[in-house]
T-cell receptor, first 113, second 107 residues
């Protein structure tokens, strides 16, 4: 089946540790995105990538890093510099440009203790 | 960035009722999308609608770009329609989501 997978579904980490969230897609999409959602809020864009080996900061990139070495994969690292990392993280992809119809993964709930 | 406001924030409907959700945005946008987030957090794209009107079954959407708003219509609501509805707009280099309308459909 074509789609977007994120792993793990739930993740617990101690404060001060870096953690990497996985996002893989087999839709042959060029563009991929990472969002953060806090309780009762909309989504906020962290980073996006419109092509392999290139990515752009979104609204709230501080404390996060990404890589795009393969078309199918767009991992997000939440670093210890992120002040409030506990949140629901969603990955999405679209055919090509920013703002095309987006397809979302199931999300990862990160809790930092 | 572009401000996106959705109304109402919460809506409770009896099964079978109709509803209209609104999305206002503060600037010209390249496109607009409507999403439904189910209670488990999964987001599903409903419409890609930078302008005009589209229909998909019991749902339809209209965007009037010149007046900077979009409407999502849900007819004959079902309990499975419950969840949060978001609109999102694309500017030149970013995507902006509204805070959503939480819909609860009761049997």
């Amino acid at each position: 089946d074509g789609g977007i997978t994120q792993s793990p579904k739930y993740l617990f980490r101690k404060e001060g540790q870096n953690v990497t969230l996985s996002c893989e897609q087999n839709l042959n999409h060029d563009a991929m995105y990472w969002y953060r959602q806090d309780p009762g809020q909309g989504l906020r864009l962290i980073y996006y990538s419109q092509i392999v080996n290139d990515f752009q900061k979104g609204d709230i990139a501080e404390g996060y890093s990404v890589s795009r070495e393969k078309k199918e994969s767009f991992p997000l690292t939440v670093t210890s510099a992120q002040k409030n990392p506990t949140a629901f993280y969603l990955c999405a992809s679209s055919r090509d440009r920013l703002g095309d119809t987006q397809y979302f993964g199931p999300g990862t709930r990160l809790t930092v203790l | 960035g572009i401000q996106v406001e959705q109304s109402p924030p919460d809506l409770i409907l009896q099964e079978g009722a109709n509803s209209t959700l609104r999305c206002n945005f503060s600037d010209s946008v390249n496109n607009l999308q409507w999403f439904h987030q189910n209670p488990w957090g999964q987001l599903i794209n409903l419409f890609y609608i930078p302008s005009g009107t589209k229909q998909n079954g019991r749902l339809s959407a209209t965007t009037v770009a010149t007046e900077r708003y979009s409407l999502l219509y849900i007819s004959s609501s079902q309990t499975t329609d419950s969840g949060v509805y978001f609109c999102a707009v694309a500017g030149a280099n970013n995507l902006f989501f509204g805070t959503g309308t939480r819909l609860t459909v009761i049997p």
